[in-house]
């Protein structure tokens, strides 16, 4: 212990700049706090997979043991054209995760947004069922033995619970999604596979997801998990709600994973939740209420928000496999840009200048307090 106290200051130096593992190991982070419970994961833009500044690739190694690609992953980029796959960047991504010992999420296999044009042009099965077969092969193939999980299929349920009218569902009926499942459990036995989405802990969509994966594995498709993406706000989804998915979920037999977590805290005069991308807003200055700075009533909420979510996580840690979160930094946030274009948003641990917030400091304090 002292050993460490003593070496704290010259570690962080020596991990400025470096993103050397063995280096990070003794020095307090996330993943060193919570190695014993579930993966600490980020998602990781393209300037970031390419490592192009040093300060922000240390935080990511000397904070997160999981990588997500926040794109370079999604079917218009890794397939822009039928017979063209572009692995130039998916490969610098798990290059990444394996020169760093991380656990390597692939998101995603099929999702009705982001596709490329070609494929937004498919109307009939035979065309959609070899698009599928080949794309899910293809890349999962690839990948075998170094991807350790995949979100299989992204955002396949509408609010209610009922199947969205995506162009898989319109060309093949609902059984594309035991198919989705089978093929990428063929190209890898091994890996694991997830169902990915969002607003998991409403009721509504909760009862849709279960009947879902029964439905999958009823068909012969192998499900390992569920992905509960975690945009969330400062007040929803409760606590409850979010405990009473956590043990649905698992008594499905799967793992549970919180997938995309970020949490808004911006005003959202439309009541929206979630994160159906094709959704945009006009903006006014009122929507965009701290261009400067947060101040520190809403920090403060948002520190003790996170950790009541991640005690709730911890409570349950048996059946969590991973929590990462949509991004690094808050100026990297998707939620800066959506539902209105142009605001500053504060969703995660670290702020825009890679400096930990309350927030970081509340989820570290839950593990200090036991050990
Ligand atoms: O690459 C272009 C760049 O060249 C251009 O200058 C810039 C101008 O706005 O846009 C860039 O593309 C953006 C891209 O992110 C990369 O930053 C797109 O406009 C933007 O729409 C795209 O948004 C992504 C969104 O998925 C699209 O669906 C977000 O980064 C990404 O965080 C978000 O992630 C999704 C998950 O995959 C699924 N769950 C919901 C989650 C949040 O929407």
Redesign the pocket.
């Known amino acids: 212990m002292k050993f460490i106290n003593h070496c704290l200051p010259l570690l962080s130096l020596m991990i400025l700049g470096s993103c050397n593992v063995k280096k990070t190991e003794l020095s307090s982070s996330l993943k060193n706090s919570y190695k014993n419970d579930f993966y600490i994961g980020t ?1 990781l ?1 393209a300037d970031q997979i390419e490592e192009k500044d040093a300060k922000v690739d240390s935080l990511i190694c000397r904070q997160f043991n999981a990588i997500t690609a ?2 370079i992953m ?1 079917s218009m980029f890794v397939h822009p054209q039928k017979d063209k796959y572009d692995f130039a960047l998916t490969d610098k991504f798990v290059a990444f995760g394996e020169k760093n010992k991380m656990f390597i999420h692939g ?2 296999l099929i ?1 009705h ?2 596709l490329a044009p070609w494929m937004e042009k498919i109307k009939d099965s035979t065309e959609m069922k070899a698009f599928m077969n080949d794309h899910i092969t293809t890349i999962v193939s690839k990948y075998k033995g170094r991807i350790n999980s995949w979100d299989v299929v ?2 396949a349920l509408n609010d209610d619970g009922t199947l969205r009218k995506s162009v898989f569902l319109n060309t093949l009926g609902e059984s594309y999604l035991a198919d989705a499942f089978k093929l990428a459990a063929k190209a890898d036995p091994k890996v694991d596979l997830y169902y990915n989405d ?1 607003n998991l802990e409403d009721p509504a969509k909760r009862e849709g997801a279960i009947n879902l994966i029964k439905k999958i594995k009823a068909a012969g498709g192998k499900v390992d998990g569920i992905g509960s ?1 975690g ?1 969330w706000n400062l007040n929803s989804p409760s606590l409850e709600e979010i405990e009473k998915s956590i043990l649905a979920y698992s008594a499905l037999g799967v793992k549970v994973a919180f997938t ?1 977590l970020d949490i808004t805290v911006l005003p959202n005069p439309w009541d929206l939740k979630g ?1 159906d ?1 094709n959704q945009k807003f006009e903006g006014n200055p009122k929507m965009n209420p701290y261009p400067e700075t947060l101040p520190d009533s809403i920090q403060n909420k948002l520190a003790q928000r996170y950790a009541d979510i991640f005690k709730l996580f911890l409570k349950h840690k048996d059946k969590i496999s991973r929590v990462t979160f ?2 690094v930094h808050d100026g990297q946030s ?1 939620l800066n ?2 539902p209105i274009k142009g605001r500053t948003n504060y969703p995660l641990l670290f702020d825009t200048k890679l400096q930990p917030k309350k927030a970081y400091n509340s989820v570290m304090q839950l593990k200090e307090v036991k050990e």
């Open positions: 998602a833009s926040e794109n999604k998101h995603t999702w947004s982001q992204n955002e969002y993406q945009h995309e994160a991308v949509w991004g998707w840009d959506w």
